[in-house]
C-alpha cells in the first residue's frame, strides 16, 4: 500500500493497520473474505495484515452475529458478545458446551461441557429452555437458515422465585448467492427483563436488515430499527409462547414494511432522484444546442463588446 500520509510521508504500519481494519470491519453480510483478499494484496505486508485480520474478524463475527455449525452437528452457535467467554471461547446455552472458535477460518474447531459456573440456575434455565424452545420453532418457520439463542444476561444464580432477572434473545439469518452478485442478513437482538414484584415481562428488540447486490454496480440496504413491548408474567411455559408472538409480529410488521416500501421503489423513491423538468416543462435540447443564443444574450446582458 503505497498511500502517502500527511506532508507527503508514506503511511505508518498503524495506519495501515487501522485502514486495514476500517475495511475488513465494514464487509457486507458474507463478504469479508473476498474483502480480505484484497486488502492483503493492497497491503503487500503479511505481518500487517495478519495484525489487522486477528482484531477485526472477532469484531466482525460477533456485530454480525455469524453462525457456526458445531463439530457435534448439534446444532449451530451464535458468535456473539452474550455468550462470549473470552476472545475465542463462546458459550452454547442450548447444549450447554463451550466452542472454541476459529475466528479468521469462521469456524468451530472443539467442544467442551460447559462448567456449572457458567450455566444458570435449574430455575432460571426452565424459562430460559421454554423460551428456546419456542423462539426455534418461530426461526424455522420464518428464516429457513437461521439461528437463535436465549442468553440469561442477569440473576442467572437466582434459585426459586422472588427477585429480577434478564434474557437476551439473539436471533440471526444469512442469504449467501454470490453467484447472483447478492448476499443478505437478518439480526434481531431481544432483551426481557422479569420484574417479580410487578409480574411484569419488559421487552425491547432490535432489527437489523442488511443487503448487498453487486451486478455491474453497488447498491447496498442497511436498516436499523428499535421495538417495544411488554407482557405478564406467567409460568415458563406460558411467558414463553407470549414473548415468542410479541417477537413474531414486530418482526412480521418490520418485513411487511420493507415489502412495502420496495413495491414504491419505482413509483416514488426512484422518481424522487431524478431531476426535474425546467420550468419549462421541456428536456433540454442537448442534441442542438445553438437552438438557445445564450452567446447573444450574456453579451447583450453585459453589455459586452461595448
Same mark, same amino acid.
Given at each position: 500500500m503505497s498511500v502517502e500520509g500527511g506532508a507527503g510521508e508514506p503511511l505508518s504500519d498503524r495506519q495501515k493497520r487501522e485502514i486495514a481494519v476500517w475495511f475488513l470491519s465494514n464487509a457486507p453480510a458474507g463478504e469479508i473474505h473476498y474483502v480480505a483478499k484484497d486488502v492483503r494484496a493492497l497491503l503487500g505486508d503479511d505481518a500487517v495484515y495478519e495484525a489487522a485480520a486477528a482484531e477485526a474478524f472477532p469484531e466482525y463475527n460477533k456485530a454480525r452475529l455469524v453462525y457456526f455449525e458445531l463439530p457435534d452437528r448439534s446444532g449451530d452457535i451464535i458468535i456473539s458478545t452474550y455468550g462470549e467467554i473470552d476472545k475465542n471461547n463462546y458459550l452454547d446455552p442450548r447444549t450447554a458446551q463451550v466452542a472454541t472458535i476459529d475466528h479468521l477460518k469462521q469456524t468451530c474447531t472443539k467442544l467442551r461441557p460447559a462448567e456449572d459456573e457458567e450455566l444458570p440456575s435449574a430455575y432460571i434455565e426452565e424459562f430460559r429452555c421454554a423460551l428456546d424452545v419456542e423462539l426455534s420453532k418461530y426461526v424455522v418457520e420464518a428464516y429457513p437458515k437461521g439461528a437463535c439463542a436465549i442468553y440469561c444476561t442477569s440473576g442467572k444464580d437466582i434459585e426459586g422465585p422472588g427477585s429480577d432477572f434478564s434474557f437476551t434473545a439473539v436471533i440471526s439469518a444469512a442469504k449467501r448467492s454470490p453467484q447472483n452478485f447478492c448476499n443478505g442478513?437478518?439480526?434481531?437482538?431481544?432483551?426481557?427483563?422479569?420484574?417479580?414484584?410487578?409480574?411484569?415481562?419488559?421487552?425491547?428488540?432490535?432489527?437489523? %436488515?442488511?443487503?448487498?447486490?453487486?451486478e455491474e454496480g453497488n447498491v447496498q440496504l442497511d436498516t436499523n430499527i428499535d421495538r417495544k413491548d411488554s407482557t405478564i408474567m406467567q409460568?415458563?411455559?406460558?411467558?414463553?409462547?407470549?414473548?415468542? @408472538?410479541?417477537?413474531?409480529?414486530?418482526?412480521?410488521?418490520?418485513?411487511?414494511?420493507?415489502?412495502?416500501?420496495?413495491? @414504491?421503489?419505482?413509483?416514488?423513491?426512484?422518481?424522487?432522484?431524478?431531476?426535474?423538468?425546467? %420550468?419549462?416543462?421541456?428536456?433540454?435540447?442537448?442534441?442542438?444546442?445553438?437552438?438557445?443564443?445564450?452567446?447573444?444574450?450574456l453579451a447583450k446582458e453585459l453589455a459586452l463588446g461595448k
Open positions: 442478513s437478518w439480526r434481531s437482538i431481544w432483551t426481557m427483563e422479569f420484574n417479580y414484584e410487578l409480574q411484569f415481562v419488559n421487552i425491547k428488540g432490535n432489527i437489523q %436488515v442488511d443487503a448487498h447486490y453487486f409460568s415458563p411455559d406460558d411467558c414463553a409462547v407470549s414473548i415468542t @408472538n410479541i417477537i413474531r409480529h414486530h418482526e412480521s410488521e418490520y418485513l411487511s414494511s420493507l415489502e412495502e416500501s420496495y413495491l @414504491n421503489l419505482s413509483d416514488a423513491t426512484f422518481k424522487d432522484l431524478r431531476r426535474k423538468l425546467p %420550468v419549462t416543462r421541456t428536456l433540454f435540447p442537448w442534441h442542438n444546442t445553438l437552438a438557445f443564443s445564450l452567446t447573444r444574450d
